[in-house]
């Protein structure tokens, strides 16, 4: 099990650029893949990115969305540039031990942060 802390969010402006951390409490922080999930309101829990030694994105944020970790701080990180009303959700941290090709499949992360909100205004 790995304890995970999402920081980062909070009420921001659309156009606004945000950066979220999940810190990680594990020995060999580099032997899991790291995703970010989100959940709006009302609406399931999604898959937004997952990295391991590449990264991959939900296809509406491509581009706009940048997933990276750094090893040596067992944390990982998601870049949301020109943020949008819609990106409006709880974003969740997760770590898996497992197979990357499960990476945008929810079930198969082990490990959560509480989530961290994010608010866009127009």
């Known amino acids: 099990q790995v304890l995970l802390v999402e920081s980062g969010g909070g009420l921001v402006q659309a156009g606004d650029s945000l950066r979220l951390s999940c810190a990680a409490s594990?020995?060999?922080?580099?032997?899991?893949?790291m995703a970010w999930f989100r959940q709006a309101p009302g609406k399931e829990r999604e898959f937004v990115s997952a990295?391991?030694?590449?990264?991959d994105y939900k296809d509406s944020v491509e581009g706009r969305f940048t997933i990276s970790r750094d090893n040596a701080k067992n944390t990982a990180y998601l870049e949301i540039d020109t943020v949008k009303p819609e990106d409006t959700a709880v974003y969740f941290c997760?770590?898996?031990?497992?197979?990357?090709?499960?990476?945008?499949?929810?079930?198969?992360?082990?490990?959560w942060g509480q989530g961290t909100q994010v608010t866009v205004s127009s």
């Open positions: 594990v020995r060999i922080f580099s032997n899991y893949i």
């Open positions: 997760a770590a898996t031990g497992g197979a990357w090709a499960g990476r945008q499949d929810a079930t198969k992360y082990t490990s």
């Open positions: 990295i391991s030694w590449n990264g």
